[in-house]
């Protein structure tokens, strides 16, 4: 028998050697045990002698397994960067069939979200305001403090007091003051760095970019600032039923009693007469230019302290007591026949026959056009013929309301020129309601007028009239926080673009032209 030469022969030869009669033979004979256990052990040796060498055998097998691996492994294992899933789970080990666990070629890891910062909605947060001191400067002389309260704005500018634009559409609620800066001159002197001058008294008309809005020239920021920060040198009284009260401001005083004329003046009227405001700033934006500068301005001459509109006194009006009559008498049935014979349009001389006054007829198209939008009746409808009025209301209180019946007799009021300028109207006593719905509108206002403004219904069709107003009513600090600041003045112009929209269609239905008007 030949000794084989594989491991497994090796078994099948040890298992039928068991079988020859010699082997049979030691293994009965009479010492058993110690010739048992001379075959057991040679067994053992042999069998462990074929587990070392299958051992050895896998061995390599396994360390060329990776070569033959598949193409996507290889290019996993090679991968500079591991791909990190999103979902946040740990994958566990692959268990492989020899005993052993492979670890993912994967990298899984847990990723937070980032909070993301709340937007912030234009109008709805308001900054606190911090309160900024000036510090002296170093440089040697004396330099008093000016601020934007007491300078013109050229003034201003020059000396370096002025704020953040407020730039279109942005928030006036989140303007925010600049440090006070100084301004050579006599008056005060250095005391180094730590000294901190007092703040001057802040205006109530508040410009904090280069330039006002276009809409308001620069007369008119002056006669603002003159009405809201000028000091009361004097009262008159005024003969009107509406209470109004006549302040002199500080100006030149003739003799020992302040009067209107050589010093600037302005018409206090009540706490709800605070729309000629918002008409103020409304004339301005549509290119009118027809009414007085007004503003808001807490009085100490009202008992209860309230806002309180102040107009300016225009001494140039016709008549001298400031529009509590008419210029021109002018019934209803003779306004309308004035509206159709064009008096002194494109230059042309009217007829004595015609009956024309020396006013253009173009005002009387912005006079229309204006009392419609804040819904004005004193002037051409003032007994309420064009709508349902309400018990307070002037025309129900003094029983104008059941004379509508003649409606050509009814007079015109507040039909104001100026002595110097009677070709244009000047609109005085413009108290508007802002709480007169829609279908209650008095069109009887635009009754007779066949052509309107381009620039004023071009601001209407714009889509632009709510930007401008926010930016021309946030000037006025009193008239602004009296409104309950911008939530309340937005409410407004809700009104006047609604009826922006009526007006509009209102004029196409009835064919109205819309003319240059800027004679």
């Keep these: 028998m030949t000794c084989p030469d594989k ?61 033959k691996g598949l193409p996507q492994s290889r290019d996993a294992a090679e991968a500079p960067f591991p791909e990190i899933p999103l979902d946040g789970t740990l994958a566990p080990p692959e268990f492989q069939g020899n005993g052993t666990f492979l670890q993912p070629n994967v990298v899984y890891i847990t990723l937070r979200s980032k909070r993301s910062k709340p937007a912030n909605i234009r109008g709805t947060v308001k900054p606190k305001r911090r309160k900024k001191h000036a510090v002296a400067s170093l440089a040697p002389g004396p330099e008093p403090l000016a601020g934007p309260s007491f300078q013109p704005q050229e003034a201003a500018r020059a000396a370096g007091v002025e704020g953040p634009q407020y730039a279109q559409g942005g928030d006036p609620d989140k303007v925010r003051e600049r440090p006070w800066k100084l301004v050579r001159g006599p008056g005060v002197r250095a005391r180094g760095p730590d000294f901190q001058l007092p703040k ?188 349902r009025p309400r018990k307070e209301d002037a025309c129900v209180q003094n029983g104008l309301r059941p004379k509508c019946d003649d409606q050509d007799s009814v007079t015109l009021a507040h039909i104001i020129q100026r002595k110097h300028n009677p070709k244009h109207l000047v609109f005085i006593d413009n108290k508007g309601f802002f709480d007169r719905s829609e279908d209650n509108l008095n069109f009887k206002l635009l009754e007779g007028i066949k052509e309107f403004p381009e620039s004023a219904v071009s601001i209407l069709k714009s889509q632009h009239l709510r930007q401008k107003l926010l930016q021309s009513l946030f000037l006025d600090k009193v008239y602004w926080e009296s409104q309950g600041g911008r939530q309340g003045i937005e409410k407004l112009i809700d ?5 922006a929209k009526i007006f509009l269609t209102y004029i196409n239905a009835h064919g109205a032209k819309v003319l240059p008007m800027n004679e």
């Design 7 to 67: 491991p497994g022969q090796l078994i099948n030869w040890f298992v039928c050697s068991l079988c020859v009669p010699r082997v049979r033979k030691l293994w009965s004979s009479r010492r058993p045990r110690t010739r048992r256990t001379l075959l057991l052990g040679t067994a053992c040796a042999v069998y462990l002698g074929f587990l070392v060498s299958q051992a050895g055998r896998a061995s390599p097998q396994q360390a060329r397994a990776p070569e």
């Design 200 to 387: 001057a008294k802040e205006s109530n008309i508040r410009i904090y970019s280069e330039s006002a809005p276009s809409w308001l020239s620069k007369e008119d920021i002056h006669r603002m600032r003159l009405l809201a920060d000028g000091a009361v040198a004097g009262l008159q009284p005024v003969s009107s039923k509406s209470g109004a009260r006549l302040l002199v401001l500080q100006g030149g005083v003739t003799g020992s009693v302040p009067r209107c004329g050589p010093s600037p003046c302005g018409l206090l009227k009540q706490p709800l007469d605070m729309s000629e405001v918002f008409a103020f700033h409304l004339d301005r934006i549509l290119g009118l230019n027809r009414t007085l500068p007004s503003v808001s301005r807490k009085s100490e001459f009202i008992q209860d302290g309230r806002p309180c509109p102040i107009i300016l006194w225009d001494s140039s009006l016709s008549p001298t007591s400031n529009g509590t009559h008419s210029s021109v008498k002018l019934t209803w049935g003779t306004y309308q026949q004035l509206l159709k014979q064009k008096c002194w349009q494109n230059g042309r001389v009217p007829k004595p026959e015609w009956g024309c006054t020396e006013i253009h007829h173009h005002e009387w198209s912005k006079m229309a056009l204006f009392d419609f939008l804040l819904q004005i009746y004193n002037r051409l409808d003032t007994n309420c013929c064009g709508f």
């Design 495 to 499: 009104v006047i673009e609604q009826r």
